[in-house]
């Protein structure tokens, strides 16, 4: 067994992640990236640190024919078959990619299908057409507008399946999978803080050309700005969406093969519990909408879904003892 398999052995048998080693060592990720990827050997007196570390000699460390013994006992480590490599990883994160802007477009859908029944309600005020074509057109296109989102989302969940297992951090990366996940983490944590922070923005925002309209005392124009405020809205819940999938998938990646069956089940309640809080959502919406005929007060309830949320999600994280 080469040394490089004994660190990621012993390190894994300990549940470490490569950063957590390096931290005990006194070196950088990158050099225990480079000793587990067998591109670089530690000096002497790192040997003596990780040896010192795990309670197993230096012996051991650097004799091949000495691997069967493991003072420590570590896990065997996974066969290759199982480990996530540098292609599969960058293929699902790819694939994930490409998903999340389907998502959001749906959800964009969802939020804007209202948005044909305002328009013509707006001409019928100006008595371009009756209340009642106006209102069967606008519905007619509503409902075909939300089927559409249903087969995206139903279609970018199947493409979401075959990486389903790299996804849920059932499988392992190897050294170079790990720090590309790690790299490509540091260079998009920026841009997806911005899309959250605008993502609030454009919500708390959405009423005003609404507010402007009502003002004006202007039916034609107050309906157009309805519209005009799902709009606002519709960008903001995508920029969430967007953002929030990829970032999902990347914290799974970076703690393949080392989640507990406690954080996987916890992953899981989160998943569950999301879906079934933007169906409701969703729901409320439309009952409140038709039930009502509040399409222009109903649009409170993406924003305030958004901000909620957000407390849900922290409050789970604590509640579970998951410290994503």
């Known amino acids: 067994?080469?040394?490089?398999?004994?660190?990621?052995?012993?390190?894994?048998?300990?549940?470490?992640?490569?950063?957590?080693?390096?931290?005990?060592?006194?070196?950088?990720?990158?050099?225990?990236?480079?000793?587990?990827?067998?591109?670089?050997?530690?000096?002497?007196?790192?040997?003596?640190?990780?040896?010192?570390?795990?309670?197993?000699?230096?012996?051991?460390?650097?004799?091949?024919?000495?691997?069967?013994?493991?003072?420590?006992?570590?896990?065997?480590?996974?066969?290759?078959?199982?480990?996530?490599?540098?292609?599969?990883?960058?293929?699902?994160?790819?694939?994930?990619?490409?998903?999340?802007?389907?998502?959001?477009?749906?959800?964009?859908?969802?939020?804007?299908?209202?948005?044909?029944?305002?328009?013509?309600?707006?001409?019928?005020?100006?008595?371009?057409?009756?209340?009642?074509?106006?209102?069967?057109?606008?519905?007619?296109?509503?409902?075909?507008?939300?089927?559409?989102?249903?087969?995206?989302?139903?279609?970018?969940?199947?493409?979401?399946?075959?990486?389903?297992?790299?996804?849920?951090?059932?499988?392992?990366?190897?050294?170079?999978?790990?720090?590309?996940?790690s790299q490509l983490q540091a260079q998009t944590r920026r841009t997806f803080s911005a899309y959250f922070v605008i993502g609030v923005c454009l919500c708390v925002l959405s009423p005003i050309p609404l507010l402007v309209a009502a003002f004006m005392e202007n039916a034609f124009l107050t309906m157009l700005m309805l519209g005009v405020l799902l709009m606002i809205v519709a960008v903001g819940v995508a920029l969430f969406v967007h953002a929030g999938v990829q970032k999902e998938c990347m914290d799974k990646l970076q703690r393949s093969g080392k989640a507990t069956e406690v954080k996987k089940r916890a992953d899981k309640i989160k998943e569950t519990v999301s879906s079934v809080y933007w169906l409701i959502a969703t729901a409320v919406y439309f009952v409140w909408s038709f039930s009502f005929d509040a399409w222009g007060a109903s649009w409170v309830v993406w924003p305030v879904a958004a901000v909620l949320f957000g407390l849900i999600s922290t409050v789970m994280g604590i509640w579970l003892g998951n410290d994503e």
């Open 1 to 181: 067994m080469l040394l490089s398999d004994k660190l990621i052995q012993l390190r894994r048998s300990r549940g470490m992640s490569q950063e957590d080693l390096a931290n005990e060592i006194g070196v950088s990720r990158q050099s225990v990236s480079k000793w587990e990827g067998a591109q670089a050997v530690p000096d002497l007196d790192k040997l003596v640190k990780i040896a010192d570390f795990f309670g197993v000699s230096t012996d051991y460390l650097l004799k091949e024919e000495l691997g069967e013994h493991i003072e420590t006992q570590p896990k065997e480590p996974l066969p290759p078959e199982e480990k996530i490599n540098f292609e599969q990883a960058k293929a699902a994160l790819h694939s994930v990619k490409a998903n999340a802007s389907w998502w959001a477009f749906a959800v964009c859908l969802c939020i804007l299908s209202p948005i044909t029944l305002f328009v013509m309600l707006a001409f019928a005020e100006l008595g371009s057409v009756s209340e009642s074509v106006a209102v069967g057109v606008g519905v007619c296109v509503l409902i075909a507008i939300v089927a559409v989102a249903v087969g995206i989302f139903v279609w970018a969940g199947l493409k979401d399946g075959q990486y389903e297992q790299i996804k849920n951090g059932e499988l392992r990366l190897d050294p170079q999978a790990e720090e590309y996940v």
